[in-house]
């Protein structure tokens, strides 16, 4: 398939051809035969297919789903392989409406929608939100993260709120189970839109990067070690530090955006994830996420350390 036409040929073949027990199974999870033929969730014979688009509404692969005949240990939702990680759900952040849902899985994205909340979610999953991303957010005015009930959901939810200062984090109640998810809340437990209403007027906001500064005190320094720092460097997303600070946008395998350092009017900081460093091309500032966070914070090198440590370690960023 070469062109975009083929996708959307593909994606009609497979929605029609969406067998009568797999739309009740969907229904079943909350998702109105309504939104399961504008979404165009479809069936290509081993699997439910839901069509990823970009933000300019073209399809760009399928995602497939578990048959909920199948047991339990095949994958429940599967990415092809090669495919870029997107965002599912454009349509409802180019609208930038009043408020929106950040969630974990295109089905709740989906349930959702159906109860009147717009929805977006990674399409690989909690730890996959792209810093470049975050910018789309920032005129939104009431930001939400609701993630799965587990310690990869809380922590993906708190890297995206690290990107999204204003955004707020969404706590789904315990009854939802380990790994709870917001089907289960709206459809297993069978609460209502005015339920999770209650959730979002409770949401907290997102944890500070850094932790409210102290007054200094003579303490041992920590140790600097080369393998320590280029762990610290390798593990920590630089874009991810940098995107809590200035909104960031992506230009070519580059992110770019307004650098902290000084009245940069036009975009002249550039981030290189590849080699997980900063430059800009206005004040000549450049570096890696050891010395940005040094000099944006005031710390000590040693103390941009063991910030970066505890950062590493609060959101979920130690190597496997």
Not at 109 to 122: C, I, K, Q, Y
Not at 270 to 287: D, E, I, N, R
Request: proline share 7%; glycine share 8%.
């Amino acid at each position: 398939m070469n062109n975009q036409k083929d996708f959307l040929d593909v994606a009609l073949d497979y929605h029609k051809a969406l067998p009568a027990r797999i739309r009740e199974y969907l229904n079943n999870r909350g998702i109105p035969n309504s939104f399961v033929d504008s979404h165009v969730l479809g069936w290509n014979g081993w699997r439910i297919t839901v069509p990823i688009y970009d933000r300019n509404g073209q399809v760009l692969y399928f995602k497939y789903a578990r048959d909920p005949q199948q047991k339990p240990i095949a994958p429940k939702m599967v990415l092809p392989a090669g495919s870029k990680v997107e965002l599912y759900g454009w349509e409802s952040v180019v609208k930038q409406p009043s408020g929106i849902v950040i969630c974990e899985g295109e089905f709740d994205r989906l349930v959702l929608e159906a109860n009147g909340f717009p929805a977006v979610t990674s399409t690989g999953g909690a730890g996959t939100f792209r810093p470049e991303w975050a910018s789309e957010f920032e005129h939104i005015k009431d930001v939400y993260i609701c993630f799965d009930n587990d310690d990869a959901g809380r922590r993906g939810a708190i890297r995206v709120g690290l990107m999204i200062p204003h955004a707020k984090l969404v706590q789904l109640p315990q009854e939802v189970g380990q790994g709870g998810d917001i089907t289960d809340f709206l459809v297993g437990l069978k609460r209502s839109r005015e339920h999770f209403l209650e959730l979002l007027e409770n949401a907290k906001p997102v944890p500070p990067l850094l932790p409210a500064p102290q007054p200094r005190k003579r303490k041992l320094r920590s140790i600097a070690t080369i393998e320590r720092i280029e762990q610290i460097k390798a593990d920590v997303p630089i874009a991810q530090v940098i995107a809590h600070y200035v909104p960031l946008k992506m230009s070519g395998r580059n992110v770019i955006g307004r650098c902290p350092f000084h009245d940069d009017h036009n975009p002249s900081m550039v981030v290189y994830p590849h080699s997980a460093t900063f430059h800009c091309f206005g004040c000549q500032k450049q570096g890696d996420v050891i010395s940005f966070l040094r000099d944006k914070e005031n710390l000590s090198f040693y103390e941009a350390l063991d910030a970066l440590d505890q950062i590493r370690t609060n959101y979920g960023f130690q190597s496997q």
